[in-house]
């Protein structure tokens, strides 16, 4: 479980290298100059936090199962 989470962390931080990056198109700039790329990051983070809680609640609930019915 450490090593996945230490595999998340890296990726996300090598991700994070790679988003700021020029933009060249004029939709980035768009996106900057009214504030709305700061939404968009937000409601992307929020997502995939739930995603992660849901995926992390659903492997201790197996886990447990799992415990319940060995012998």
Do not use: W
């Amino acid at each position: 479980m450490k090593k996945f989470v230490l595999i998340m962390v890296c990726v996300a931080l090598s991700l994070a290298g790679f988003s700021q990056a020029e933009v060249a198109n004029s939709n980035g700039d768009l996106f900057r100059s009214n504030h709305k790329i700061y939404v968009v990051m937000a409601v992307l983070a929020i997502i995939l936090t739930a995603i992660f809680v849901f995926l992390f609640g659903m492997e201790r609930r197996l886990k447990n199962l799992e415990n319940s019915q060995k012998p």
